[in-house]
């Protein structure tokens, strides 16, 4: 059964830096991307990063290019999300997924998905 499980999360304040990992097993050989996204209380799932499944590209969503950085380290299945410079406006649930296809921002093409990890950034 597909694993994917998110830690780092906590509390930190403005301009502060966190970095979030989500350890994968038994992802299916044909995973292609995995990716980032967060969920804010009241508001809709917002895409955060992607990148392929070998890291040689990456995306990022408007409001965190330039601040977090999305990558992998394929030896150790495991993504990480580099949050800096974060804003109050960044607390959300962070949550990780993996697809079969390539990157895209759509939460609904993701196959898998984590439960979750909380990051609250206090002003």
């Known amino acids: 059964q597909v694993q994917l499980v998110e830690s780092g999360g906590g509390l930190v304040q403005a301009g502060g830096s966190l970095r979030l990992s989500c350890a994968a097993s038994?992802?299916?050989?044909?995973?292609?991307?995995m990716g980032w996204f967060r969920q804010a209380p009241g508001k809709e799932r917002e895409f955060v990063a992607a990148?392929?499944?070998?890291?040689?590209?990456?995306y990022y969503g408007g409001s965190v290019k330039g601040r977090f950085t999305i990558s992998k380290d394929n030896a150790k299945n495991t993504l990480y999300l580099q949050m800096n410079s974060l804003r109050p406006e960044d607390t959300a649930v962070y949550s990780c997924?993996?697809?079969?296809?390539?990157?895209?921002?759509?939460?609904?093409?993701?196959?898998?998905w984590g439960q979750g990890t909380q990051v609250t950034v206090s002003s």
């Open positions: 038994k992802l299916p050989f044909s995973t292609a991307a």
């Open positions: 990148i392929t499944w070998r890291g040689s590209l990456t």
């Open positions: 997924a993996a697809r079969t296809g390539p990157p895209t921002a759509l939460s609904r093409e993701y196959n898998y």
